[in-house]
């Protein structure tokens, strides 16, 4: 939301194919009553985020943006039917990473509350957790409080804001099923509903408005692009936009555009407040599908994209220097019942450089099972070569070998699951580093084939690795993701230089 002195927009938002592209002819009726919500919000209201002018906004005076007004607010409040009562009942508006999406909604709620009053009327914002709902209160409070009408029309309590002559009242709550039974809303935000992994407190606040959609209740749902195509917000895109009584609006990039055109950034990102500069710096720094959904507001594509291209793998190929005397971490993707074992040694030096070496354990025919005694040697070889400090790998295939080098031989093996969040997280730390240009690998052609056969998995937690076809090896790529984690965060642990941010 920019603020009257803001640069108006210089390009229409971007739709991606959710969204639904209603051509409504408002009443004069109609957009009376949205520019009674303009008016209200510019005469009545505040920014409570960013700096004070004259290099921010905080605690100027509400002015939409020609985004808000022509994709949110109109469509909300100015399709009103012949005896003025809004159309529209609920409302799905999708946003990239700063677009104001919880100010506009308190907005919404607060110009409800005061422009359509209702005796005892409820009205709540559905957080993501505690701690997003005590901010939320703390914006909206502070809009109240700062406003001399308001301040004196409110009662501001401790966890609820009540309008003394209606009583009606507004109220934050955590996004949980039991927070929010038993509550009945003429007004219902939910907020980042990506983060839901079901309807349940959807379901729950629609059941408690049934008494109220004829009373111009309102189900207003929040997010950014979730982080795969499916799941609740990715269900609710579909089956909303055709709802005749739903408004969805999706700002972001769609699938045939370039995520790494500026172009394509810009129209992703029509909020003024957003320079092209702020995203150019999020798109160096930050990993691609990151950008794409956080930026974009894109979900992951369905297609299975590269983990890392040959570029940035090529340019490592110097030689890796292992030194006996420091510290190094092994870790093993084995499956003796397919064709191929795996294992990364990473050792870290001073500069903060990985160093990486691979052995790739094959059988010796197609279909035939791995030789179990080659791998035990070869790891043996390696811990009694090297200053080995941990060896981590996933005991599945490999559980009776941990047991015997740990028992009998003292290597420090640890058990490293290949869960969804570990791999991601594994997977994010190996892409900050090659992209960094922080790891000497020599060229060696096995570790760069498997590498290069690696692509991205959409996951709840971040991408992880996958096989772009079934036919072709990644195990040394999934083992020296394992670890480039476990080294990576040893070396921030005691390292004093610079580091990369991958939490």
Known sequence: MSATTAPKPRHKAAHSTNTRKRKVKYSAEGLRKARLVAAFARKHLIHVDGELPPNGVAFEPIEFADFQ?????????????????????????????DGAKSEIAAVIVLAIAFLEPKFKGQYYFVARNKEQARAVFDKVSTMVLHDPMLRRACDVQADKIIIKETKAFFQVLPGDA?????????????????????????????SGMIGNWDRGALLLVLSTAGPVRKGPLWDLLAKWKLDPTAHVYWCGAADKDNADDPKVWRRANPMPWISDAALAEAHKNLPPWDFERYHLNR??????LVAFDAKSWDALSGLPIIDPDIPSYLAADASFSRDTTALVLDQVDAE??????????????????????????TTLEIVQTYNVDRMACDPNYFVLEMM?????????????????????????????????????????????????????????????????????KIDAAVACAIATAVAELEYQEGASGPQIAVF
């Open 69 to 97: 007004l022509e994709n949110i607010i109109l469509p909300i409040f100015a399709n009103v039917d012949r005896t003025g009562h809004r159309r529209i009942k609920k409302a799905l508006v999708g946003l990239p990473r």
């Open 299 to 304: 979900f992951p594509s369905t297609g299975k």
């Open 352 to 377: 903060g450089f990985h160093n990486w070496v691979a052995w790739i354990i094959k059988s010796e025919e197609p279909g035939i099972p791995i030789d179990r005694q080659l791998v035990m040697a």
């Open 178 to 206: 039991k927070s929010v039974q038993s509550k009945h809303g003429d007004v219902v935000v939910i907020d980042e509903y990506h983060v839901h992994k079901n309807d349940d407190v959807l379901n729950a606040m629609s």
């Open 404 to 472: 015997e080098l740990a028992n009998s031989h003292g290597v420090p093996v640890e058990v490293y699951r290949q869960s969804a969040e570990k791999m991601a997280r594994a997977y994010d730390i190996m892409w900050a580093v090659v992209q960094s240009g922080r790891a000497h690998h020599g060229g060696a052609k096995p570790l760069r084939e498997h590498v290069l056969n690696a692509g991205q998995e959409p996951t709840a937690y971040g991408p992880r690795l996958t096989k772009v076809e079934e036919s072709k």
